[in-house]
C-alpha cells in the first residue's frame, strides 16, 4: 500500500470530489468509489490494530484469550496448568453460583437440576487430587453446614449416584473424613425407594424428601447401562457401612441373581463383556476413507448409521483397562485404534475441540472423514477422551497422549474460558471466530475433564493407581476390594 503522507494526500482530494459529487460523470463517480475501497483497505493494514475493530469477534464481548491462558507446551509445567484451569473454574463458580448446581459463567448466574450443589461435591475429590487444600477446605464447610437431603424434590437416579453419592464415598476413601461417609449414607438411604419395583430394576426417579420413586413421564423404560453401573456405588456403601440393605445386585437378563456365589456372578459378567466386544466387533466397527479411521457405528433398524458420539470415546481406556488386566491382547489393538479417531474428532475441528456427534464417510466424496451436521457441532466441555487419554499413557508411556492432552487444555482455554471465572460449553466447533458459547459449565468438567487431565500429565503412577482404584461413571475413584475367591 502506499505511504501514510500520500494516503493522507488523496483523502483530502477525495472528500473535494465529493462535496461537487452530482456534477461528476458516471466514470468519475466509479473511479471515486473505487479509490474509497482501496484507500480503507490500505488503512487497515496499516494500523492493525483497526482489524480487531472491524472483524466481527465474540470473544471481545464474551470471552476474550487472557494473558498467559495460550502456554506452549514447552514453556510450562502442564500439572500446574490444570491446577490453574481449575482454580479459574472455582472462581467463577465461587463468585456467581456458590452452593448451586452449576455456573452461567458469561451471566454471571447459576442454574439449578436437582439443587443440591452438584458442581462442588461433583469437584471434591478433584480438589483432594490436585492438592488444593484451601478450595478443599472452604467446599467441606459448605458440605457440613449447608448439605441436607430432606428437600422436596425429584432427583435422577443415575445422575445422584455417580455424582453426589460417588463423590461423597471418594471424598471419604482419599481424606478418611467420616463426615462424607455421613452424608453418603444419608443420601444413598432416599435413593433405596426406587428399587421398590416388581421387576426389581429400580425407577429413574425418586423424591429424595417424600421417599417416593418413579418412571420419567416420558417413558416407563429403564437404561440397561444406568441400572448396572450403579451397583458399584451402593456395594461399596454397604461394605463401608456393614449394611446389606444396599446391595443392589442386577443381572442385566432380569433374573434374581441373589442365591448366586459371588464367583459366579462376576464370571458371567466377565463372559458378557468379552461377548459384547465381539458384537462390537462383528456388527458396528467400520473405517473411514481416505484415511481408515475406526469408529464405533450405531445399528439402527438393521442398518449401519456411521455416526460416533463423543461420549463413546470412553471405550479406548475401558478396552486397555480390560488388556491391562488379562483380557485379550487384540482389545489393546482396538483401543490404540479407536484413540486416534478420538483424537481426530478435536484435530480436524477448526477449534481444536470435538463436536457432541461426529459423522464419518465410508467412500471418500469430499476429501474429509469426518462430518458434522448443524445441530450436532456443540461442545460441552465433556471428559470421555481425555479419560482414555489417561488410560492409555499409564498403559503405554506414549508421549503423544499427553501431548493431545494439552491441545485439548490449550483449545478449552483459548475457545471456552470466560475472563470473569469459569469455562463455557459452545455451540459451534467449526467456527473459530464464533463458537457461540452456551454459558454453562456442566459439573463434570470439573469432576473429571480436569481430573483427567491432572492424573494424564502427574508423573506419580501411584497418585490413583489404576491397580488400586476402579473410577465410576463420573471419575470418583473407589478402592478395589481384595479378591475373596
Not at 5 to 30: A, N, T, V
Not at 55 to 64: T, V
Not at 120 to 129: E, K, R, Y
Request: charged share 20%; aromatic share 12%; glycine share 6%.
Amino acid at each position: 500500500c502506499l505511504p501514510l503522507s500520500e494516503i493522507h494526500f488523496m483523502s483530502i482530494e477525495l472528500i473535494r470530489l465529493i462535496k461537487k459529487w452530482k456534477q461528476l460523470s458516471r466514470l468519475q463517480r466509479s473511479l471515486i468509489l473505487f479509490l474509497l475501497a482501496f484507500l480503507f483497505i490500505c488503512g487497515i493494514l496499516s494500523y492493525p490494530s483497526l482489524t480487531d475493530f472491524w472483524i466481527p469477534s465474540w470473544r471481545g464481548a464474551m470471552i476474550e484469550a487472557e494473558q498467559g491462558t495460550e502456554l506452549q507446551s514447552t514453556a510450562v509445567d502442564r500439572v500446574e496448568a490444570v491446577r490453574e484451569a481449575f482454580r479459574h473454574a472455582w472462581k467463577g463458580y465461587k463468585a456467581f453460583a456458590w452452593g448451586h448446581d452449576e455456573l452461567k459463567p458469561i451471566s454471571k448466574t447459576h442454574g439449578e437440576w436437582f439443587g443440591l450443589g452438584l458442581t462442588l461435591i461433583d469437584a471434591l475429590d478433584t480438589m483432594w487430587i490436585l492438592g488444593l487444600k484451601d478450595e478443599f477446605a472452604e467446599a467441606r464447610k459448605w458440605v457440613e453446614t449447608e448439605l441436607f437431603f430432606s428437600k422436596n424434590v425429584d432427583v435422577n437416579l443415575f445422575e445422584s449416584t455417580i455424582r453426589i453419592l460417588g463423590g461423597l464415598l471418594s471424598t471419604y476413601h482419599l481424606t478418611g473424613d467420616t463426615l462424607f461417609l455421613d452424608k453418603a449414607q444419608d443420601i444413598g438411604s432416599r435413593l433405596m425407594p426406587a428399587f421398590k419395583t416388581p421387576s426389581k430394576i429400580p425407577y429413574s426417579d425418586v423424591n429424595i424428601g417424600k421417599g417416593t420413586a418413579h418412571p420419567p413421564r416420558w417413558t416407563t423404560d429403564s437404561t440397561v447401562a444406568e441400572v448396572t453401573s450403579i451397583q458399584l456405588e451402593f456395594r461399596e456403601l454397604s461394605r463401608l457401612t456393614k449394611d446389606p440393605q444396599y446391595q443392589v445386585l442386577y443381572f442385566y437378563y432380569c433374573i434374581n441373581i441373589i442365591s448366586l456365589t459371588m464367583h459366579v456372578y462376576l464370571s458371567r459378567l466377565l463372559e458378557d463383556y468379552l461377548q459384547a466386544i465381539e458384537g462390537v466387533r462383528k456388527n458396528l466397527l467400520r473405517q473411514t476413507s481416505p484415511s481408515k479411521l475406526t469408529f464405533v457405528g450405531e445399528l439402527s433398524n438393521g442398518r449401519l448409521n456411521p455416526k460416533m458420539d463423543h461420549l463413546v470415546c470412553f471405550l479406548p481406556g475401558t478396552l486397555a483397562l480390560g488388556a491391562h488386566n488379562g483380557l485379550p491382547a487384540d482389545h489393546m489393538e482396538l483401543a490404540l485404534q479407536l484413540m486416534e479417531t478420538c483424537h481426530q474428532m478435536y484435530a480436524q475441528m477448526e477449534t481444536g475441540l470435538s463436536p457432541e456427534i461426529a459423522h464419518f464417510n465410508l467412500q471418500s466424496n469430499n476429501g474429509r472423514d469426518i462430518d458434522v451436521k448443524p445441530a450436532d457441532r456443540h461442545n460441552l466441555l465433556r471428559p470421555e477422551t481425555v479419560e482414555s487419554l489417561f488410560y492409555m499413557y499409564r498403559f503405554t508411556k506414549d508421549s503423544k497422549y499427553r501431548d493431545w492432552g494439552w491441545d485439548i487444555l490449550q483449545s478449552f482455554n483459548k475457545y471456552t474460558r470466560v475472563p470473569s471465572g469459569g469455562y463455557t460449553s459452545i455451540g459451534n466447533v467449526r467456527d473459530p471466530l464464533n463458537p457461540a458459547p452456551r454459558d454453562k459449565m456442566e459439573s463434570f468438567f470439573l469432576g473429571e475433564t480436569l481430573k483427567y487431565l491432572f492424573l494424564l500429565f502427574s508423573d506419580d503412577n501411584e497418585l490413583i493407581s489404576l491397580d488400586k482404584y476402579v473410577f465410576n461413571t463420573e471419575a470418583h475413584p473407589l478402592p478395589i476390594w481384595p479378591s475373596t475367591s
